[in-house]
Every structure is written in C-alpha cells, then in structure tokens.
T-cell receptor, first 111, second 111 residues
Framework: NAGVTQTPKFQVLKTGQSMTLQCAQD?????MSWYRQDPGMGLRLIHY???????DQGEVPNGYNVSRSTTEDFPLRLLSAAPSQTSVYFC??????????FGSGTRLTVV | RKEVEQDPGPFNVPEGATVAFNCTYS??????FFWYRQDCRKEPKLLMS???SGNEDGRFTAQLNRASQYISLLIRDSKLSDSATYLC????????????FGSGTRLLVRP
C-alpha cells in the first residue's frame, strides 16, 4: 500500500530553471494539495484540488502551477525557480472530511 | 486572528510526566478536528481525530470544547519517543476538504 508517493526526494536547481515535483496517490482520494514548509515554520498551502480537472490556489501560489488530469496524480510545476522557493514540499491527499495523508516530502534547494 | 492558534512551546518535560496542549480555532462552523505529529524534517502524520465526545488512544486523549472553540491533547506517561512537534488541525471556513494547520507545539521529553 504505497499511499502518497513524492518524487524526487531531493533536488538542487539553479535560479531560473523549471521543474516538476511529482505526487501520486493510490487511495482514490478526491482531495490533493501541495504545501511548503520553511525551516522552523508551519505548513503553507500552495495549491489544492478537489477532483480531476479542478484546481485552486492556496495562500502562496505565486511561482507555481498545478494540474489534475487524473485522480491519482497532482504534479507541482516551478516555472522559474528562485532562491525564495528553497523549502520542503509536501503533497497530501484525503477523502472528504478525512485527515490528510502526506507524502515524505521533496527537499528543494535553489542556488 | 489566525484560524488556528497554538502555543509554540517548547514544552520540556521529564519522562513519565503528563503534558497537555491546547489549541484554539476561529471558525465556529468547523466540523473536522485532528492532531498530527511531525518529527524533525519528516512529514506530518495523523496522530488522532478529535470527536465531540472526546476520545482516547492509549496514552493520548483528545478533547473538543465547541463552546470555547478549543481542542486539547493530553499525553500521559511521556516517553522519549514522544518528542516531536504536535500540530492542531481544523477544517477551513470555505471547505470541508481544506484543513488549516496550526504552527505546532514542540514537545521535548528528557530522560
């Protein structure tokens, strides 16, 4: 039972590069979301989706895009990486009213 | 006012102690409440849901006070392995899917 799988686990980017963080879940959850967590800080919601084809912005969406073409996958795209995007990124999923299951995170450094 | 507020701590307690955390929330219509545990540099993991009547899971007891809009977590007989950050989580104003995470309360259990 894989749960929520995030890849890659670690990534170093140069300023201006783009990349996609992958997130997949095998629990048939409707809801998926992306958070970032900076050192010593709480989780901040970037984008979320309540089902395939439906996405919306969280509190810190600038510089990130998402799409949800299937129930299982919810990739996060960094358009032009900046040092301020250095963070740990967590993907989470849930059914309605349920608690979230998190992936193990992607540690991103932008130099 | 933040939607979910927690005392950041740290709470520094000896092994075997009983420790309690409170968390207040602003949305009186919230229906879903959880406690998560997060170890350093790891993903948050669901510790327990919080039900209106209160609930217990081993050494952990969670309670909900709707009138005063707070939830609590009581840990009895603290273990060294309980050292972590505990996140209070409540569903957001505009969605039963979207959960709002507190910034966490840090617990240190010393020998």
């Amino acid at each position: 039972n894989a749960g929520v799988t995030q890849t890659p686990k670690f990534q170093v980017l140069k300023t201006g590069q783009s990349m996609t963080l992958q997130c997949a879940q095998d629990m048939n959850h409707e809801y998926m979301s992306w958070y970032r967590q900076d050192p010593g800080m709480g989780l901040r919601l970037i984008h979320y989706s309540v089902g395939a084809g439906i996405t919306d912005q969280g509190e810190v969406p600038n510089g990130y895009n998402v799409s949800r073409s299937t129930t299982e996958d919810f990739p996060l795209r960094l358009l032009s990486a900046a040092p301020s995007q250095t963070s740990v990124y967590f993907c989470a999923s849930s059914y309605v009213g349920g608690g979230y299951t998190f992936g193990s995170g992607t540690r991103l450094t932008v130099v | 006012r933040k939607e979910v507020e927690q005392d950041p701590g740290p709470f520094n307690v000896p092994e075997g102690a009983t420790v309690a955390f409170n968390c207040t929330y602003s949305n009186s219509a919230s229906q879903s409440f959880f406690w998560y545990r997060q170890d350093c540099r790891k993903e948050p993991k669901l510790l327990m849901s919080v039900y209106s009547s209160g609930n217990e899971d081993g050494r952990f007891t969670a309670q909900l006070n709707r009138a005063s809009q707070y939830i609590s977590l009581l840990i009895r007989d603290s273990k060294l392995s309980d050292s972590a950050t505990y996140l209070c989580v409540v569903n957001g104003m505009d969605s039963s899917y979207k959960l709002i995470f507190g910034s966490g309360t840090r617990l240190l259990v010393r020998p």
